[in-house]
């Protein structure tokens, strides 16, 4: 069956075992699977999370811990180590997604990713030089690439639309508490382990946290589910009601077997859907806009304090970003709506960084810190939904304009590297080129959300005449649908 092409909610057959279920029966058979899937996912991809992020982001961390000291970088070959890791993150994402989705089993293939760049993040503590870091810097992109775009892949392959945007503030949270917390991590390992056994302090943290990544990968093994057919802890019963209430949210059958998938016809699919573009534009401009929080240990250091309080004056705004997510995301899921909960916290990202560019006093300028974290990400996991939410069908449709889209939006993140530059000395760095760079592309991401809504709700109307809409539900020609398939606006 062709995408779009699929039948009316109203004339889908339920398998065997989903038909002979009773409403009420259905109700609590569903909460039950949720509840044993929740219990046996999240928990798991939010903690590898925590370690893709700790991983990846720690290099900001141990420029304060002696790294740049010991081995004499100057500032631009300090960028040049925080952007190379993008490059091989960029390349990988989408072969990645596309493997993911062909072998089916993400419980076997995320694991053992993750072994591998916890083995590179613990090399990197051995580098003692330049070039060895950029060497460590590529490969731990290339292999991590695989884990976050996978993760939103894997979650709408469990949950419908309107309980996918929760899930993804759960995975997203992850990277959050990893900031909270990876900076008060740094600061207890450098404020105790500086020339432990011979070792500069930053050494300590790569070899500590790849080892303890490697650590949770094992474990990992036993615990994730693969996709709805091929988890093999799940009763026959529950792998039909899986599989049928993600027929049913979108009408038409996901994930049903690797002979089932190509590689490139999926991609294809997604690059000449207009909705991939502009979503892809989306992303890249609020990734662009939250470039700042891989400086922000730097961007913290201006208020004046020294290397220990500035890692642990770093962990606030992180904390309120994984409340504000959760709320807003939950809320959205709720409502169904999406373009409003996007675009008001972008809102007080925009106003938050022109408050931090426009004064150098302490208070205001730690008010607008606080700000500027939640006003980027509380909408952004929201924005990763809608991509799911807008192009959920085929499945590996899904999964090449996920990758996609997280690659090219990544790539803010090579020439965002040289926006915030490290002087010598005691000097403060000037900030307000890249807090005013980063505030246009916040407002160009709040232009294309506004754009991506018009296209859903035109569509919408489409669907309301009965009209064909490729990769939506479609009723019978000229017959408009009472309660089919709408996108989600």
């Keep these: 069956m062709e995408p779009g092409h699929a039948p009316s909610s109203s004339k889908l057959q339920p398998p ?3 038909a002979a279920m009773s409403p ?3 109700l609590q058979a569903e909460a039950k699977l949720r509840r044993k899937i929740d219990s046996r996912l999240l928990p798991m991809i939010i903690l590898m999370y925590i370690m893709n992020y700790l991983d990846r982001n720690n290099i900001a961390a141990v420029r304060l811990a002696g790294l740049q000291d010991e081995l004499e970088l100057s500032s631009v070959q300090y960028q040049t180590i925080i952007s190379i890791l993008f490059v091989g993150y960029i390349l990988m994402q989408i072969p990645s997604n596309l493997l993911l989705n062909k072998t089916g089993r993400p419980a076997i293939y995320l694991p053992c990713c993750m072994i591998i760049w916890g083995i590179i993040s613990g090399a990197t503590g051995a580098c003692q030089n330049f070039g060895g870091l950029v060497a460590c810097r590529f490969f731990l992109g290339f292999i991590e690439a695989a884990y976050f775009p996978g993760c939103l892949f894997y979650l709408s392959s469990w949950y419908t639309r309107k309980e996918l945007g929760f899930r993804t503030a759960v995975l997203y949270s992850g990277s959050l508490i990893s900031g909270a917390f990876g900076g008060l991590v740094t600061a207890g390992i450098t404020s105790n382990m500086d020339h432990t056994h011979g070792l500069r302090a930053w050494r300590w943290v790569f070899i500590i946290e790849g080892a303890i990544t490697v650590v949770i990968a094992v474990g990992a093994f036993f615990i994730l589910p693969n996709f709805p057919r091929t988890t093999s802890w799940l009763s026959d019963e529950e792998r039909q009601l899986a599989a049928y209430r993600l027929l049913e949210d979108v009408g038409e ?17 997604a690059l000449v859907d207009i909705k991939t573009w502009v979503l892809m534009v989306l992303l890249l401009a609020i990734v662009s806009s939250a470039s700042v929080t891989n400086f922000f240990p730097t961007v913290v250091k201006t208020l004046g304090y020294g290397n220990v309080e500035t890692l642990l004056l770093t962990a606030p705004p992180y904390v309120l970003a994984v409340i504000t997510t959760y709320l807003n995301a939950w809320h959205a899921d709720r409502t169904g709506e999406r ?3 996007i675009v008001l916290p972008l809102c007080v990202g925009v106003v938050a960084f022109i408050l931090c560019a426009a004064t150098h006093s302490v208070a205001p300028r730690y008010v607008a810190m606080m700000l500027m974290v939640p ?8 924005a990763l939904t809608w991509i799911s939410n807008s192009l959920p069908r085929p499945a590996s449709k899904r999964a090449a304009a996920l990758a996609f889209i997280n690659a090219i939006s990544n790539t803010s993140s090579i020439y965002a590297s040289y926006m915030y530059p490290q002087p010598k000395g005691k000097a403060q760095p000037d900030l307000t080129v890249p807090l005013s760079v980063d505030c246009a ?3 160009l991401a709040i232009i294309m959300a506004a754009i991506m809504r018009i296209i859903l ?3 919408n109307k489409k669907l309301d005449r009965g009209e064909h809409v490729e990769g939506a539900i479609n009723a019978v020609p000229g017959e408009a649908q009472e309660h089919g398939f709408r996108f989600l606006i």
């Design 24 to 26: 009420e029966y259905r």
């Design 375 to 382: 006003g980027v990400y509380t909408g952004y996991v929201v």
């Design 16 to 18: 065997e075992l989903v």
């Design 441 to 443: 592309t916040a407002v």
């Design 457 to 459: 709700a035109r569509l």
């Design 253 to 269: 059958d996901d994930w049903t077997s690797s002979a089932s998938q190509s590689f490139f016809h999926g991609l294809k699919l």
């Design 339 to 341: 373009f409003f909960h």
